[in-house]
């Protein structure tokens, strides 16, 4: 490959100029063998976040990205391999009932996921509640364990896709991560890593979530999409409402716990909805069902026959996980003390805000400030008003599991915040804002 | 002081907010006590780059600047100190005879250059050229010769500004060099911790100059002058053609020798004409002439005199350079080989480009192309035929002064293009465009 001069692409990309293929492909591989000084990746990086990539450079560099490391393979595997992703939010633990509810019905699930960090969760933090359930897997095992059950839930290994892991700690350290084009290529190097056949993606819209706005929200949705339509791997991207928090637990070993009420088919009927949703456009995608309604059925008839639920309690003894724990959550952690909020005031819960209670979490010792905090598997909030729902005065709006005094008083000081209670009924925000595909 | 997180002001300054000036105070101590790492400055630079400063953050941001190591006292010498600062150009070796005339003048010039890098020359690697002469003076001797003689000719002690210092070579290695905020600071960091009263800026404009367009240039000098305001010292910028090389020495020793002309009054009309107006502006701004005929006619009566030799020939004795060179330029380095270069065409010069003139120069060995190259004292280009002079074939275009063969062809390449010869005698271009007070 030919030689480029990275003092001179900085300056074309703040010039505003079209990077070719080449130099993308040049600049990841220099920077993943660690022949750029950080100093220049990071003016380029600025350089992209005020003047953006187009499409026709974010293609080669994501692909340059996905194959900075190890790549999964699961062409042998005959079904479908289709993850889901999302961009994080508040109480959105969809994942762990939908991987299974997905598998059982014929369709590959090679999950790789994060940890939590700031407001929103991380689906790993949660699994890892389940006494020894293991997700740091190494390639082989990997594909395996997606060979023996069609799916596994673990986190990313260390030797894939080092070129996004750099780039992501220099961003957050050199104040460039809200860049669209940089958000949408490291998302999408590492699901793309994964050897899927398509994606589905869920956006997450509202204060919980990194996207505000339903406009900036589709311009992401967008982005990857396009991002897969040029690796020819079929994307398909929900926007959903995170205004309010996802379901009623928000923690780690109670959203557990609510995952496997959703397979039991007694789930709180928003994450029910969503995971619903999400399912129909994997199947979909898939190719496993001729339309929506279809899959619908078969969704349906996963919970109802158990099968989704067998799925589960055989993908956690697989990841060495205790399985008994999915037919006893109490073996879950479970914190000492409890605590009720309750409402100041007689009306309608007009505003549940996402945000105020991820804040929280973070403060009850549920989340992490930096990525070397660690996390209290046993706390977290059961909502029990959410928005539209009526109170009276004295009704518990949240409870509260504790393990310290001073970690409830620092979560309540904001979490008393996060309910606004009016005279009216709210509209109803619909739990699906839209699509792009 | 307080103490801010450098990651939040990068964000700010990347979302177009306006800095204090304790934030930007912050950012050059810490900066230059070397605890902001280089990513993160580089990424702020390139911030900058794209979405400018204020001239409210330019101030203390300059300032900070100018105090990061030692500044120049000259409280206690009587004169005004004035100095002259030059953008830079090809065969500008204005400085050279302006700071003795001007001191012979009454006005005291602590005059600090720079060295060449790319096609643009610099002064001191012009006055090194002077056998013996030192230009790398402690901050105690710099002082005591300005005392005794009311001028200096020296490099900037490492000891001052280095803020500039850093930030210039991370802006050379990070794509962040072009913007006019940037290099008004950098310069007039530099130029105030000289302990000046005033000082007159020679904005040069055109193909061999930094700034190609008018535009531009006055945006530039409109920026230092009001640096300058900030800072409490009149500035006032002289927009300078560099359509074509200054004079028609090009080289080292060899601009020396034009120099010395200039202060014999046998210069060439464009190189005399630019220094008695910069030195008209420097005794007007030094308080030492009531009006700018008064200014030249003390300069001229300077030259007539033979007391701006007088001046320079004592300085360079000061400096510990050979003083009989001032009356004998041939024991200047003279270069062994000469080739002329002759017109194809009779006609007009209609345009001579400084910009291929200078880096024919660089490829001679008068000019570095990285700071570690060593030039050639003795090789240069006399330029015979400037623009609107009429020539017939066979009449020399230019005189090469060389060393090497190779060399030689190497400018030769380029330097052949730098003649346009048409039909018609070109339009006259003003040797002073404008001017910013």
Redesign the interface.
Known sequence: MSDFSM?????R??DGDVLSADELRWIIEQDTADRI???????????I???GMTAAELGPWTEAMLHSGDVVHLDHVAAPKVDKHSTGGVGDKASIPLAPLVAACGVAVPMMSGRGLGHTGGTLDKLETIPGFRTALDPTEFVSIVERHGMVLAGQSETMVPADRRIYA?R?????VPSIDLISSSIMSKKLAEGLDALVLDVKVGSGAFMKEAEQATVLAETMVRIGASHDTEVVALLTDMDQPLGRAVGNANEVVESIEVLRGNGPADLVEITLRLGEEMLLVGGVVADRAEARKRLELAIDSGAALDKFREVVAAQDGDPSVVDDTSLLPQADHRQELVAARNGFVTHLDALAVGVAAVRLGAGRRTKADVIDPAVGFELVAKRGDSVEVGDPLVRVAYTSEAQLNSAIDVLTSAWVIGDEAPGEIPLVLGEVR
Chains 1, 2 share one sequence.
């Not at 003092?7 to 300056?11: D, N």
């Open positions: 003092v001179e692409l900085i300056e990309k703040r000084p950080d100093y220049q990746m990071s003016s380029l990086l600025m350089a976040v005020l003047n220099l957050d350290a050199s104040g460039t």
